[in-house]
């Protein structure tokens, strides 16, 4: 299984250094960056999109859909960004009457709409939580796309590369950028190598901007 993850567009709360606004919309330029990102998943035979549930995330999540032949945006609300303070994004009904790709698979989630309160630990450990059902629920043919948020981003290819928590690396994640993976699931066995679980095809990729 192939999975390629995006970081949203740029968005107005990252231009302008008085916002408080946790769940901004995307910029003119995250716009642009968005349609861009489109057209190169188009040209990398995308199957599925899943994505955060705050606006930066899901505008992106629908230029993706809309050049991909309408592929359905299923929302995982564990895909929202890391805060140590607590905030509020849109609820289901919501993001439904905004954007039409959206689905859920658990029905109208109640953990939609309050997000936060985040720690170290909990966070790595929501993140194997994702990575664990993404390779439960995805088939090896499957080219998955998961759209997210710098932050959350770095913890995810933490739990993906298994580096410890305890040896924290930051991961230079620029808006719509891709990080490319596959997941190996036959034994892959090189030369001097041990069994390889995850092939890493590229980190950061920003050349379709």
């Not at 859909?65 to 890391?82: F, Y």
């Not at 994640?173 to 390889?196: G, R």
Request: hydrophobic fraction near 35%; aromatic fraction near 8%.
């Amino acid at each position: 299984m192939h999975l390629l993850i995006v970081r949203h567009g740029e968005s107005n709360g990252q231009i302008d250094p008085n916002s408080t606004d946790s769940d901004s919309l995307l910029s003119v330029i995250g716009q642009q960056q968005a349609v861009r990102t489109a057209q190169r998943l188009f040209e990398s035979g995308i199957t599925q999109i899943i994505c955060s549930p705050l606006h930066r995330a899901l505008s992106t999540a629908q230029q993706i859909s809309e050049k991909n032949g309408n592929l359905p945006v299923e929302v995982w609300p564990e895909l929202a960004e890391i805060n140590q303070s607590e905030y509020t994004g849109l609820q289901w009904t919501q993001i439904l009457q905004q954007y039409p790709c959206a689905v859920f698979a658990d029905g109208h989630p109640s953990k939609i709409g309050q997000y936060g309160g985040d720690t170290y630990q909990g966070i790595f450990t929501r993140c194997q939580q994702i990575l664990g059902r993404i390779q439960a629920q995805y088939q090896p043919d499957d080219r998955v796309v998961l759209v997210t948020h710098g932050g959350l981003g770095n913890y995810l290819l933490h739990v993906i590369l298994e580096n410890e928590p305890d040896i924290p690396h930051w991961f230079e994640l620029a808006n719509c950028s891709i990080s490319a993976f596959q997941f190996i699931t036959d034994d892959l066995s090189l030369p001097l190598y041990p069994p390889v679980r995850t092939k890493i095809i590229k980190i950061n990729d920003t050349s379709h901007l």
